[in-house]
């Protein structure tokens, strides 16, 4: 039988720079770029954590000027692409053109599931400027695959090559990921591409991309050491092994990768990259990282507890910019559980 053939985008210098605060320096970009490289992946993206502009107080200083890192990875990347992250409203259209004449070849474009039109005008821009153009529906899981047809749509139209269905609080299921890609990619014109982007706080990021393969998706992101926000991204390493296994072409040198992911990436880590009660809860819950502190912060000052806090907070499907709720939702809480205790002693 022949293989199936996908495209790996790596995103260790661009979402792996949320696990470590951003700090990556410019021989960490060239050493990890090169390496990346070396092995075989199509895409390697580089940028600060929350994309271009995303140097600030709000989201976390780089450590480098971003120009000075995206240089690093031009000067190291040879045959791969150069990619970069940009959010609406985060970075601007300055900010892309500048990144353009550094030398990147792919934007990724990224909105909220529900936004796509927010990504309109940049699109057009990267078009424009000659650049491959990729659309990001972050917190896909949060509505259903017919209004996520409809901001792919969207997206098409303003000149997006390729459109991704993104998992951002790693809430999906296979089940999920299969579904809402075919949704795609039959309702896409055959020359948009379809991509899966997994986060692993349910241990399903493997499980979940084979899914989005099987259904079409022709891009998959991985990370080396599954380096990462939340519980990390899929371990490209891990990936490309169990994806020979399956009979799917990555075109990536395992060894290399497995050997990337242990002697460079893993000594950079500030903590270990795994599920632990805080990602769990995150992908359980299905709310996005931006809430968890605020959260625990919530839940010790009414004395509750996180995780009911960041559930109800799932169930309620807010997004980012409605971090007020917080308070509201830990309040209710404490309400319910005096009055639960208050029937227990009657």
Known sequence: MEK????????????????????????????????????????????????????????????EKEEDLLRAARESIKRA??????????GILEDLVRARE????????????????ISEQHMKEAKRLGLEVVGFLMMSHMVSKERLVEEAIKM???????????????????????????????????DVEVGFHAHHNLALSIANSFAAIDAGAARIDCSLAG?????????????????????????????QAMDAAEDIVKPKMIRPIQVDRVSLTMGYAGVYSS?????????EQFGVDARDILVELGKRKVVGGQEDMIVDVALELKRKKAAAASGATR
């Open 156 to 190: 098409e139209s303003y000149g997006a090559d390729v459109v991704y269905i993104v998992d951002s609080a790693g809430a999906m299921i296979p089940e999920e990921a299969g579904e809402k890609v075919g949704a795609l990619r039959q309702a896409l014109s055959r």
């Open 81 to 90: 692409k150069l990619a970069a992250l940009l959010l609406p409203g985060i």
């Open 291 to 299: 809430f968890l502190l605020h959260s625990f912060r919530a839940a």
């Open 4 to 63: 199936k053939r996908i495209k790996v985008t790596d995103v260790t210098l661009r979402d792996g720079m949320h696990a470590v605060k951003h700090q990556f320096s410019v021989e960490d970009v060239r050493e990890i770029a090169s390496r990346l490289d070396e092995m075989g992946v199509s895409h390697i993206e580089v940028t600060h954590g929350d994309g271009l502009g995303g140097s600030t107080i709000q989201y976390g200083f780089s450590k």
């Open 227 to 255: 380096l990462g926000a939340g519980a990390g991204n899929t371990p490209l390493e891990v990936f490309v092994a169990a994806a020979d296994k399956r009979g799917i072409e990555t075109g990536v040198d395992l060894y």
């Open 102 to 117: 550094i030398g990147i070849d792919t934007i990724r474009i990224a909105t909220h599931c529900t936004e796509a039109d």
